[in-house]
């Protein structure tokens, strides 16, 4: 499934602005109100033409909200689409071109609909402000095309851009650039490889972008997973089942190889709670299945 295609809407390219933040400074506020948000809007418009003239003949859809990564990739895209739906009972300012800007800001320190940013996330080094752009399929996939294709690699925005952002959120701008959907799921696949969370990401990318589908975590010492019908079930071992799978073979018949099996079993759970966690963030519905010895541990979890 192509993250450009929102399932039951028409076509859009999606994306996000990204501010790589210094993290050694602090950052005032998490929203811009209406007047802060529509002079930026219309940078973001003018960055988006110069990387593909035919942008400026869609429809772009921005708030004036900082988020991190993982608000923006869930599964089926809820806060870009969020802003699709509330862009349709919103007024429209036009922009050189044809071209048309909805900029949402705040009004009394509120967001309309559900685009509040969780406070859970927050203080991340990486902050996104999310815009949708549609129009024309033909139009909306040729730019959609040519953003996958160069965003990646000269997607950096205007100085300008970069200064109001940094201006009107208080915050000190590092680096701002340009990112589809895609572009941030395969920087955010790299980091989870550095975290050491590298065997988790099939399971997120399927429920991205082919939520309908299946893939499995079935590597021990890994916790088994299997994403089906729109959620992650995890094994739920019992102490029998564990050792059945996990640490069959091993002598447990002194206290020092008990202690090391505890252990072994301790890390194994904080393992499964740290990828239930993550999935959480992500937006993935986790359920736990409770599996004895001797059970047939990939049925149990179909």
Same mark, same amino acid.
């Given at each position: 499934m192509d993250p450009t295609v929102p399932p039951a809407a028409d076509l859009h390219v999606l994306g996000a602005l990204a501010l790589e933040l210094d993290g050694a400074a602090p950052v005032a506020? #998490?929203?811009?109100?209406?007047?802060?948000?529509?002079p930026l809007? #219309?940078? +973001?418009?003018? #960055? @988006?033409?110069?990387?593909c003239a035919e942008a400026a003949e869609l429809e772009l859809v921005l708030v004036g909200a900082l988020y991190d990564p993982v608000e923006l990739l869930?599964?089926?895209w809820p806060l870009h689409r969020e802003l699709d739906q509330l862009a349709a009972r919103a007024p429209r300012s036009g922009i050189a071109g044809g071209g048309r +800007?909805?900029?949402? /800001?705040? $009004? #009394?320190?509120? @967001?309309? /609909?559900? @685009?509040?940013?969780s406070p859970d996330f927050a203080g991340g080094p990486l902050r996104l402000l999310p815009f949708v752009l549609t129009g024309e399929a033909g139009a909306v996939a040729r730019v959609g095309d040519a953003f996958e294709r160069e965003l990646?690699?000269?997607?950096?925005?205007?100085?300008?851009?970069a200064l109001a952002a940094q201006d009107?959120?208080?915050?000190?701008?590092? $680096?701002?650039?340009?990112?589809?959907v895609h572009d941030l799921a395969a920087m955010t696949a790299l980091q989870y490889e550095h975290a050491g969370l590298a065997a988790l990401w099939p399971l997120l990318e399927t429920a991205l972008l082919q939520p309908d589908g299946e893939a499995w975590l079935d590597q021990p010492p890994?916790? @088994?997973l299997h994403y089906v019908a729109g959620e992650v079930r995890i094994a739920l071992f019992s102490p029998a089942a564990w050792y059945a799978r996990y640490a069959g073979g091993v002598a447990c018949d002194s206290d020092d190889a008990r202690a090391r099996l505890q252990?072994? !079993? %301790? !890390?194994?759970?904080?393992?499964?709670? %740290?990828i239930a966690a993550v999935l959480g963030a992500h937006g993935v519905p986790v359920t736990f299945v409770h599996c004895e010895r001797d059970a047939d541990y990939r049925n149990a979890l179909g």
């Open positions: 506020r #998490d929203r811009l109100d209406q007047a802060g948000t529509g809007a #219309d940078l +973001v418009a003018r #960055d @988006l033409a110069g990387f869930r599964p089926g +800007v909805i900029a949402f /800001g705040s $009004h #009394d320190g509120r @967001l309309p /609909g559900a @685009l509040t940013p990646i690699e000269r997607g950096m925005a205007g100085a300008d851009t009107g959120f208080g915050l000190r701008v590092e $680096h701002a650039r340009y990112l589809t890994e916790p @088994l252990r072994q !079993h %301790q !890390h194994f759970e904080a393992r499964q709670r %740290q």
